[in-house]
Structure formats: C-alpha cells, structure tokens
C-alpha cells in the first residue's frame, strides 16, 4: 500500500527528515501513556515528570537522540508464575519522545514514588560586548584609522542637493 504524503511533492525534496519528525511527534501524542507534566523551574529551567508507577530504575532509559529527548519503559519481571484474576496495572514497554529546541541541556534524571523526573536546563548566552571605535575624517588623514572607500551604482543613489 503506497503512504500519502504532503512531502511527495517534487518542489520539497530534502524534507524527508523533517516529515520522520512529524510522524514522530504525532505518534507519541496519540498514545497517552504514561502521563506527564512540564512545568517551569526558575527562569531557565524546564521539569519534565511521567507518571511511571510499578517501573523500577532499571525498567527505565532516558537518552537525547540527534534533538530528541526519549524516555522508555520495559518491566524485566517475569510475571508467568501469577495467576490474574484481574490484571489493570499496565506492564507494557512504551516510549515517549520529546523534540528539544537547539541549546536545550540535560541536567539530570530522577525517580520518586512512581514518578521520573527530568531537569532541562537552556543555558542563557553571554551577552557580548564589543565596543566600536568611531572615527572622523580627520582620523583616517592623520594615519590612526582607516576608511574603505564603495563605489555605488550612480542609478542607485539619493539625489543629492547638487542633482537638483
């Protein structure tokens, strides 16, 4: 069966990634498990909490692939000795995706009472000074600058006092 895609156009080639992306964004977002917040932590900082409740550390992986954040969960116990009469705690893998924006860092992951948290942390470039030196005609005859002469299309140039 042939996929239809809006990037099959001969005009977008090249956008084959950006299309990968978008079908990975929109797969994770149709799932909804497990849950998880984001929140704000201080003026740079981002928390990202999942609901993984019954997962142990082990069961849990945090990796950055390319601008990707993916969190994945699969339980090891082997559970074939139980006998269920109800079973409603989710043991499945999943996986959950989150796209970073380019300087995004990782700070750090933890787990508390059935929750994983994850510290991103965009770190605030220095500002940068440079301070300009101004020079005058005078400077540039004196020797202490220099000046770049460019020469301009005449077409393109503001009539003068003199044109008029």
């Not at 797969?27 to 928390?47: F, M, T």
């Not at 989150?98 to 750090?108: Q, R």
């Amino acid at each position: 069966m042939t996929r239809l895609s809006v990037f099959n156009s001969p005009l977008l080639l090249g956008f084959d990634q950006f299309e990968r992306v978008l079908d990975r964004v929109a797969k994770s977002s149709a799932e909804g498990y497990p849950p998880y917040n984001i929140e704000q932590i201080g003026e740079n900082g981002l928390r990202i909490t999942l609901a993984v409740a019954g997962f142990a550390e082990e069961d849990l992986s945090v990796t950055t692939e390319d601008n990707q954040l993916v969190i994945r969960g699969r339980q090891s116990r082997d559970d074939s000795d139980r006998v269920y009469l109800h079973r409603g705690i989710a043991t499945r893998q999943w996986q959950r995706s989150f796209v970073l924006a380019e300087g995004i860092e990782v700070k750090g992951a933890w787990l508390d009472n059935g929750l994983l948290n994850i510290d991103l942390e965009r770190p605030m470039p220095e500002p940068k000074v440079c301070q300009i030196k101004i020079q005058t005609k005078g400077d540039s005859l004196k020797g202490e600058g220099s000046t770049r002469t460019i020469d301009v299309d005449p077409r393109l140039r503001a009539p003068d006092d003199d044109d008029a």
